[in-house]
């Protein structure tokens, strides 16, 4: 089983930028690739961006296209996620999540385990 626990949300400012967090507890990331998704109030979660067991990252969502960067540490067994040029259209509860598999997907049911979030707020 995989554990992860995101962290690096809070309250900015239209515009600004933060760094999520996703701390992973497993025996070996080798094999395992890493979903970032988002749920905004009143909406389906939906996919952001995945980093595979080989370290190249995929973005999924046009709206954030330009606006993201991904990056991975190994050696901390942390993922993360920088969201830059942020609007209140971002505001959303944040989740990492890990899949058995060299490749990304965007789909939420290939994803095996969740963290419990980290809500980013975007308001003046």
């Known amino acids: 089983q995989v554990q992860l626990v995101e962290s690096g949300g809070g309250l900015v400012q239209p515009g600004g930028s933060l760094r999520l967090s996703c701390r992973v507890t497993?025996?070996?990331?080798?094999?395992?690739?890493i979903g970032w998704w988002r749920q905004a109030p009143g909406k389906e979660r939906e996919v952001i961006s995945c980093?595979?067991?080989?370290?190249?990252?995929?973005y999924y969502r046009d709206s954030l296209r330009g606006r993201t960067a991904l990056s991975r540490d190994d050696s901390a067994n942390t993922i993360y996620l920088e969201l830059n040029n942020l609007k209140p259209e971002d505001t959303a509860v944040y989740y990492c999540?890990?899949?058995?598999?060299?490749?990304?997907?965007?789909?939420?049911?290939?994803?095996?385990?969740w963290g419990q979030g980290t809500l980013v707020t975007v308001s003046s």
């Open positions: 980093i595979d067991a080989r370290g190249s990252g995929r």
């Open positions: 497993v025996l070996n990331l080798d094999y395992i690739s």
């Open positions: 999540a890990a899949r058995p598999s060299y490749y990304c997907s965007d789909e939420a049911a290939s994803y095996n385990d």
